[in-house]
Nanobody, 128 residues
């Protein structure tokens, strides 16, 4: 059973930056697309960004395009989310997730149902 552990969340002022990390256990990390999702209080979990198994293809939610960057280091079994120009509406718990199926599936659609393993989440709070 893969384990995902997020880190890097915290409190930041609007306009600031944070870098989230997600460390994965297991030897098959490089075979799976990875994603980041956010969940604000009282709201459903929402797609933020996804990256394919090689790191060559990425997709973003419209709300974060141009501000957030997803990347991965397969040698370190880690996926990152660089968050710049943060806004108060970015405040949420951020979760990383591992695709259900290796080298395939509709991971690029950014649907939570396509991701089978989740981390415990890390809180990001952006003050105005």
């Amino acid at each position: 059973q893969v384990q995902l552990v997020e880190s890097g969340g915290g409190l930041v002022q609007a306009g600031g930056s944070l870098r989230l990390s997600c460390a994965a256990s297991g030897r098959t990390f490089s075979s799976y697309a990875m994603g980041w999702f956010q969940q604000a209080p009282g709201k459903e979990r929402e797609f933020v960004a996804v990256i394919d198994w090689s790191g060559g293809t990425t997709y973003y939610a419209d709300s974060v395009k141009g501000r957030f960057t997803i990347s991965r280091d397969n040698a370190k079994n880690t996926v990152y989310l660089q968050m710049n120009s943060l806004k108060p509406q970015d405040t949420a718990v951020y979760y990383c997730a591992k695709q259900r199926f290796a080298y395939g599936g509709e991971w690029f659609l950014g649907r939570a149902v396509d991701f089978g393993s989740w981390g415990q989440g890390t809180q990001v709070t952006v003050s105005s």
